[in-house]
């Protein structure tokens, strides 16, 4: 089964440093790799690039690093365009370590933009998709992590401040973890699988989890697979084993079986207080962590080749309801592409913390820019608002509600 995976940042490109960043989201750029661990074994195709404005004398070159080595799969922006593709295909085992990695092997290029992107992954195994990220562990108490996001640095003690939204029915499965080194034998850190607050359950009792202790840096669950449902909520917790001597970096990769072929997650969310007088932008699949909603766009990008990618099933949560019954108050959240509203639409009113839009859905276009919207009306409560999506890729099963290159040519142009 294909999966579309976007990611993009506002984080200007460098001219003097090959840098890193987050496949899946993404976050600012650094010097230093930011892998997401390959939970399954596949392949990358694909690769989109589509830059805020041209190099400038030299092109800039985006491409996948795995195993601390950029791949054939690497598109090169030339110096007065903005986008670039590469159709090349990688294999990736379940252990891999991957990120993206920008470069300019011709030279510096004149201009830095920022770059967003997609690629599409495919499983070996039917009906798999992926889910990356990494953070940061703290050897003094729990930390909690988004499901996919940046949040290397942080220390989140806080479990309702990492909480993304699950829009569609399927299986969490296949979770690999790496960690720095914890210290010396019995010190560790055991990660684990939150779903609605709870500790993830298989149905006997078991959570998807994994504990490393010292001096291994590496673990996996293959065993234990863990049913949700739409609207339910997810996150990682972390618990340090005997004190660790060591606060480490941990990155990880999960499996996501969705009971419908072709659908795959967006996982959003965003510890920043919504602001409560003015329309507020941000990225449609988390990036780093308390990322503040923004007043102008920002962007992440769709697939520049067939097979044909539709966003639809979009859920909101709240932490706080926006105000009394009768009193108006309210919170409007879209999903936006390249700078206009699509019809998918969640409102949440009053004494109400949740709503969905399982309606309305549009394909994207060639190097479609995509971000979500965020309008309050009538000075609603403070709340931290997540999110969740998902995007589908037609014709990949029979299961689908449009069928048909054409059938999504018409929704993403709000024909049907």
């Known amino acids: 089964m294909k999966q579309i995976i976007i990611g993009g940042h ?151 401040q990492v909480y993304q939204l699950i829009a569609t029915n399927g299986n969490f499965k296949k979770l690999y973890v790496m960690v720095g080194n914890p210290g010396v034998d019995p010190d560790g850190y055991n990660f684990k699988l939150r779903i609605d607050g709870a500790d993830s359950d298989d149905g006997a009792g078991n959570p998807l989890e994994v504990t490393i202790t010292a001096p291994n840096t590496t673990g996996n669950d293959t065993v234990h697979v863990i049913p949700v449902a739409a609207g339910s909520f997810g996150n990682f917790k972390c618990t340090p084993l005997n004190v660790p001597a060591n606060d480490v970096n941990i990155r990880w990769g999960m499996v996501f079986s969705p009971d419908i072929d072709g659908e795959s997650l967006i996982l959003g969310g965003e510890y920043g207080t919504l602001n409560t007088s003015n329309t507020r932008y941000n990225y449609l699949e988390t990036t780093t962590y308390n990322n503040s909603w923004a007043s102008s766009e920002l962007f992440q990008g769709a697939q520049d080749t067939t097979p044909d990618m539709i966003i639809k099933k979009f859920y909101v949560r709240l932490t706080a309801a926006p105000g009394a019954g009768g009193s108006g108050k309210k919170y409007t959240f879209t999903i936006r592409h390249t700078g206009a509203d699509s019809a998918i639409t969640v409102e949440i009113l009053e004494v109400a913390t949740t709503g969905n839009d399982i309606v309305n859905e549009f394909a994207c276009l060639a190097y479609d820019e995509l971000g979500i919207k965020c309008v309050p009306l009538n000075t609603p409560s403070a709340a931290y608002a997540c999110w969740g999506a998902v995007i589908y890729i037609e014709g990949e099963s029979g299961s689908g509600p449009l069928q048909g290159n054409m059938a999504g040519r018409l929704v993403g142009a709000n024909i049907i």
Not at 49 to 74: D, Q, R
Not at 100 to 120: K, L, M
Not at 137 to 150: G, P, V
């Open 10 to 160: 506002s984080d200007p490109l460098s001219k003097t440093n090959t840098e890193y960043n987050m496949l899946m989201g993404g976050t600012y750029w650094y010097t230093s790799a930011f892998y997401g661990i390959i939970p399954t074994n596949g392949k990358f195709r694909n690769l989109s690039v589509e830059l805020s404005g041209v190099p400038g004398t030299n092109p800039y070159v985006i491409g996948l690093y795995v195993n601390g080595a950029l791949t054939t799969c690497a598109a090169t922006i030339d110096a007065a365009a903005t986008t670039g593709f590469d159709a090349d295909e990688i294999s990736v085992s379940a252990g891999d370590r991957i990120s993206i990695q920008s470069s300019f092997p011709s030279g510096a290029p004149d201009n830095t933009p920022y770059a967003r992107w997609s690629v599409e992954f495919e499983s070996d195994t039917p009906g798999e998709t992926i889910i990356l990220g990494t953070g940061q562990t703290y050897k003094s108490s729990n930390t909690y992590n988004c499901m996919s996001c940046e949040m290397t640095g942080l220390y989140v003690v806080t479990e309702s």
